[in-house]
């Protein structure tokens, strides 16, 4: 099981940036799906970002596209969050699950069931 940590959310105002870390000790070492999902308020936990280390591929729901962009850096990954919104506030997940062969649904990246890896949530909130 990987030990997901969060970090970097906050109180922000509508239109600021935030970015998100997630340290995934064993990022380096297999191929990896990593999504980053939110529940805000009174919602159901919904997919934000997914990534894939084994092809470099990028994937985003529609609310955030243009907005939020995901990387990776070494056994960091990021959420760089730009132009928010008072409906992105949540508390935000990382979530990690390792590819044996590098191969994946991307139907699948927004599914929480796919990960069974979690860290413990870093809280968001967009606010004037």
């Known amino acids: 099981q990987t030990q997901l940590v969060e970090s970097g959310g906050g109180l922000v105002q509508p239109g600021g940036s935030l970015r998100l870390s997630c340290a995934v000790p064993?990022?380096?070492?297999?191929?990896?799906?990593i999504a980053w999902f939110r529940r805000a308020p009174e919602k159901e936990r919904e997919g934000v970002s997914g990534f894939s280390t084994s092809d470099g591929s990028a994937y985003y729901t529609d609310s955030v596209k243009g907005r939020f962009t995901i990387s990776r850096d070494k056994n960091m990954v990021y959420l760089q969050m730009t132009s928010l919104k008072l409906e992105d506030t949540g508390v935000y997940y990382c979530a990690a699950k390792v590819l044996r062969v590098g191969v994946f649904d991307p139907a699948s990246i927004f599914s929480a069931s796919t990960y069974s890896d979690w860290g413990q949530g870093t809280q968001v909130t967009v606010s004037s």
């Open positions: 064993t990022l380096s070492l297999h191929y990896y799906l």
